[in-house]
């Protein structure tokens, strides 16, 4: 069993709708990180978080260590953002999510 | 400045044989680690070094072997390979140190694809 959970597994919107992906994770952490993948498969970092709440232009990343739970916002999407997004826990190791893919159509 | 580069960027092996993937990071970052990513899944964490010593090692056969060198760089090794080797194997580098130091963002290579015949 996976030790770090992502919903949904597949999310399609259309241009301009609010995103959220949810990432659970079930052990104590030094941090978590956000990453983005696109279909050539390199991957970009997006957030590495340890609490609070975090913005970079139209994407949030906000956490919550009680409840070892995580979210990664995308306002006003847009077709370029279309990619694998995956969560990743970071303690004695670092522990993937699975992934969500995220489609949006103009 | 150049990112994390990572040779080769696609190799054909066939069962059996041995391949080495070369990792280089970014100019000033000292940790280095490597994942495993097979197709439809979330990255598997394969190796991390710091300062040329194994600071971490996931879950994988010893057929799986890492070294990083003075300059930082680093190679994965693989023996042996089966089809099921077949992957994805990204590297990352970072400045910070061991996985409990939250310091050091991660910054990631466009990966080596490998196929196993």
């Known amino acids: 069993k996976n030790e770090v959970e992502q919903s949904p597994q597949n999310l399609t919107a259309q241009e301009g709708e609010f995103i959220t992906i949810n990432c659970s994770y079930s052990v104590g952490i030094s941090a978590l990180h956000w990453l983005q993948q696109h279909p050539g498969g390199g991957i970009v970092s997006l957030f590495m978080?340890?609490?609070g709440k975090k913005k970079h232009g139209r994407l949030i990343a906000t956490i919550n260590i009680q409840e070892k739970h995580s979210s990664l916002h995308i306002t006003a999407s847009h077709p370029r953002d279309s990619a694998v997004y995956i969560c990743?826990?970071?303690?004695?190791?670092?522990?993937f999510g699975t992934g969500t893919r995220l489609t949006i159509i103009p | 400045d150049a990112g994390v580069t990572q040779s080769p960027t696609h190799l054909i092996k066939t069962r059996g044989q041995h391949v080495t993937l070369r990792c280089s990071p970014i100019?000033?970052?000292?940790?280095v680690s490597w994942y495993q990513q097979v197709l439809g899944q979330g990255p598997q964490f394969i190796f991390q070094?710091?300062?040329?010593?194994?600071?971490g090692r996931g879950n994988f056969p010893d057929r799986f072997s890492a070294r990083q060198f003075p300059n930082y760089s680093s190679e994965l090794n693989v023996n042996a390979l089966l089809l099921g080797d077949s992957a994805l194997y990204l590297c990352?580098?970072?400045?910070?140190?061991?996985?409990?130091?939250?310091?050091?963002?991660?910054?990631f290579g466009e990966g080596s694809r490998l196929t196993v015949l």
């Open positions: 070094y710091y300062e040329k010593e194994e600071r």
């Open positions: 990743a826990e970071r303690n004695e190791k670092l522990t």
């Open positions: 100019s000033g970052h000292k940790s």
């Open positions: 990352a580098s970072s400045p910070g140190g061991g996985w409990l130091s939250n310091t050091g963002e991660l910054f």
């Open positions: 978080l340890s609490s």
